[in-house]
């Protein structure tokens, strides 16, 4: 995948449209996905969506290849959406938008029970309710899938912030679910992607 | 399952969001109307309209070009430019020949009080910027970046995707593309158009505009004279000197404000609302020689009312 991305990127760069195309196609869902989680609006999330690949498109050059193109493709993304937070100036808390409700309640997923249903809601709920900083982490790690690194990358910051940040966010829901802090508890690993430990 | 596995359960599989239908037609669309930016010239923007420099005693004009015309334009347009400071420079020089070559940034305050280490700082902040593609053009060849203070920079002269290189990368982009620029000349394998001809020292100088296409495909225009006498039969530690001289004198005549103004109305541009006109500032230097360098201001209220 990595050599395809690679190889259609090297296209791109001599200005064929077809190969930025294909690019497109991969990672148009994702990133439409990505801030649309954010945003709280179909619509806001669109133009977001088209005015990240309009930067892509016109900054190319801008990319030197030292991190993957997803990783510079999120950074657009993510920037967009700060440009359009700080415009609008419009909390989370007050943008109600909970299509994953809707999602959920269509689709049991992996929730075997209808107990672990009604958690994985509310985790949904509280993730939307934290500050920026604690939320981009989930989402850009969590949601989007990207590695601890990748996270990192975009959003600018240390690995170490963005594992302290995932400690924190683990935190604070045991707290809303309830779950009583004990040391053995707090020493415990979050389970995140192979190679990486918070 | 302990609680963390269960949140960690939970995050992983978050649902996706729908997409919209027609989402992907829209994307599509906007690629298939609009240029995608690469391999574009990034020296071209460096140099004004009025041309950069090829003969060897405009080098001084050249690199004063970028820094005038990309400093104005910085800290809105607004606010008089009291100080500016270079953040970036760079020159060739090919001796054989007789050819130079000069490009230059800094950025230009309100404050006379604006430090170096401020300047470095913000150019620092705007390469970074433009490196994550927030630089937004919000006029042809106007771009503007938000920094973390939330101060609104305006730049033109160059694209963004140049500026984000390291002042390393840029070196060695400008070095290869001077190189191969200096070997199509001396090779002849350029196209010439005239311009105009201007009075220097009493004598009739022809400008130019040299076309030079490069071997990845771009096309440079940049500005030539008809050369300097006064370099003839120079060192190039001898040229430098001299060039360094005259980009001394040429600051130092500019923070005086000792030139004279030809305005080209045809290359006015506007900024927030706010127009700019720009301008050919003529130096003469202590030696008699007269110097020619891009420059533009923004138009004050009592220009407004005399036009």
Same mark, same amino acid.
């Given at each position: 995948m990595d050599n395809q991305i690679k190889s259609l990127f090297r296209r791109v760069k001599k200005v064929d449209k077809n190969a930025a195309s294909e690019l497109l196609k991969i990672y148009y869902a994702d990133i439409y996905s990505y801030l649309r989680r954010l945003c709280g609006s179909r619509h806001d999330a669109e133009d977001l969506t088209q005015q990240t690949f309009l930067k892509v498109w016109s900054s190319l050059d801008g990319f030197a290849g030292r991190s993957k193109f997803s990783t510079w493709l999120y950074r657009i993304a993510h920037n967009t959406y700060l440009d359009w937070l700080r415009k609008n100036a419009v909390s989370s808390q007050s943008r109600p938008d909970q299509w994953w409700q809707e999602c959920i309640d269509k689709n049991h997923g992996p929730f075997v029970n209808v107990a672990e249903h009604q958690l994985a809601q509310r985790i949904y709920e509280m993730v939307d309710q934290?500050?920026?900083?604690?939320?981009?982490?989930?989402?850009?790690?969590?949601?989007?899938?990207?590695?601890? =690194?990748? +996270?990192?990358?975009?959003?600018?910051?240390? +690995?170490?912030?963005?594992?302290? =940040?995932? &400690?924190?966010?683990?935190?604070?829901? &045991?707290?809303?679910?309830?779950? &009583?802090?004990?040391?053995?508890?707090?020493?415990? +690993?979050?389970?995140?992607?192979?190679?990486?430990?918070? | 399952m302990n609680t963390n596995k269960k949140i960690d359960k939970c995050l992983k599989a978050a649902p996706k969001p729908p997409i919209p239908d027609g989402l992907l037609d829209k994307l599509q669309a906007d690629l298939s109307a609009r240029d995608i930016k690469t391999h574009r010239s990034s020296l071209r923007r460096w140099f004004a309209p009025a041309g950069g420099a090829i003969s060897p005693w405009r080098v001084a004009a050249a690199a004063a070009i970028a820094i005038a015309v990309l400093l104005p334009l910085s800290y809105g347009a607004t606010k008089t430019v009291k100080r500016i400071i270079k953040t970036f420079e760079a020159k060739f020089v090919y001796p054989e020949d007789g050819g130079a070559y000069g490009v230059g940034a800094g950025i230009g305050s309100s404050d006379p009080n604006f430090t170096e280490k401020e300047a470095m700082e913000m150019a620092e902040e705007i390469r970074k910027l433009c490196a994550e593609g927030k630089a937004e053009e919000v006029e042809p060849g106007v771009w503007m970046v938000t920094l973390s203070n939330g101060k609104k920079i305006h730049f033109g002269g160059a694209d963004p995707e140049f500026i984000a290189l390291t002042d390393v990368e840029k070196n060695n982009l400008l070095k290869k593309q001077f190189d191969e620029i200096h070997e199509l000349r001396k090779a002849g394998k350029f196209e010439r158009t005239f311009l105009k001809e201007i009075e220097i020292n009493g004598v009739m100088q022809p400008f130019y505009e040299d076309s030079f296409t490069l071997s990845d495909g771009k096309v440079i225009k940049m500005g030539a004279s008809g050369g300097d006498p006064e370099m003839l039969g120079l060192s190039e530690a001898e040229r430098k000197e001299l060039l360094k001289k005259q980009f001394d004198e040429i600051e130092e005549l500019r923070k005086a404000g000792k030139f004279e103004k030809i305005y080209k109305p045809e290359h006015d541009f506007e900024i927030d609302g706010v127009k700019h006109r720009f301008y050919l500032a003529l130096y003469t230097l202590s030696d008699g020689t007269v110097k020619t360098v891009g420059s533009s201001e923004p138009v004050k209220d009592e220009d407004e009312n005399k036009d």
């Open positions: 934290f500050d920026e900083d604690k939320k981009h982490v989930v989402h850009l790690h969590y949601y989007q899938g990207l590695s601890i =690194r990748e +996270t990192a990358k975009v959003l600018d910051i240390a +690995t170490s912030t963005v594992k302290y =940040r995932l &400690r924190e966010v683990f935190k604070a829901l &045991r707290a809303k679910l309830g779950v &009583r802090e004990t040391g053995f508890e707090q020493k415990q +690993t979050i389970p995140i992607a192979k190679g990486e430990s918070l | -």
